[in-house]
């Protein structure tokens, strides 16, 4: 009897609807993440109380803030322009523009704090000491694909943590970090390191490794290499599948 066999084309529409899906599946995976970086760009532009409407301060309305919380902000303003028509215009409208900026942050925050959660390698990384969500969403998806990495410490040199190098002749000069790569994954690492030497009150032998190097050669330079090494432990969580190690092998990574 013949063998009847299907026709090739079909064994390439097949191919390609498995490649079509696949690269639909890593581009979602990146797609989801990047709505941070609309977070972050909202949030640096919101007024923040010592800093926001410093005309009360000035000498043509002899006007102060004070000390003031974020919730008594707004009454305190409105308090000190009652009276002053031009004050009262000017101040509304920033009062207003101030307001809506906040709550579209805060829609922003809750859609990033959505997607840490469901994704399983964020709730991972967020094991470790400093990193909250939007440390754990920034990483993942600069780094996308760990298996891009072979060796775990080369992710801090990825994102410009490790000292530059100048060699000429007999000449070997080691300079500040090289910053290359990404800025915000740079920035949110360093702001990590800072929580976990300042903040963290559960002690690990991470932190105890940076606040031997405080001790040596300063504060400063303790958290830019503490946000290099938790950089490749945070690879080498995602990598091996693993929660944070508070022993002493949770530094070697």
């Not at 028509?85 to 805060?106: N, P």
Request: with cysteine.
């Amino acid at each position: 009897m013949p063998v009847h066999r299907r026709h090739d084309s079909y064994y390439a529409f097949d191919l390609y609807v498995d490649e079509h899906a696949a690269r639909e599946s890593q581009l979602e995976s990146r797609r989801k993440p990047n709505v941070w970086t609309h977070h972050s760009n909202i949030k640096p532009r919101y007024p923040k109380p010592p800093n926001a409407f410093k005309q009360f301060q000035s000498e043509n309305f002899g006007l102060k803030v004070g000390e003031v919380s974020r919730g008594r902000f707004e009454v305190r303003i409105r308090e000190l322009a009652d009276g002053h028509a031009m004050l009262e215009t000017v101040i509304g409208a920033m009062l207003q523009a101030r307001a809506t900026l906040w709550s579209e942050f805060t829609r922003l925050h809750r859609a990033m704090l959505k997607i840490a959660r469901a994704d399983h390698v964020c709730r991972r990384l967020m094991s470790a000491p400093g990193v909250g969500a939007l440390v754990a969403i920034t990483y993942r998806s600069a780094v996308d694909e760990p298996e891009r990495f072979c060796k775990s410490r080369m992710v801090g040199a990825y994102f410009g943590l490790t000292p530059k190098k100048y060699q000429s002749g007999e000449t070997d000069i080691d300079g500040g970090v090289s910053k290359v790569g990404d800025a915000m994954v740079r920035t949110a690492l360093f702001e990590a390191a800072h929580i976990m030497l300042t903040r963290a009150t559960r002690f690990s032998a991470l932190k105890r490794w940076a606040m031997g190097v405080a001790k040596r050669r300063g504060m400063k330079r303790a958290k830019v290499a503490l946000a290099r090494k938790l950089a490749v432990v945070l690879h080498r969580m995602w990598v091996d599948a693993t929660e944070f190690r508070w022993a002493k092998d949770a530094a070697t990574a």
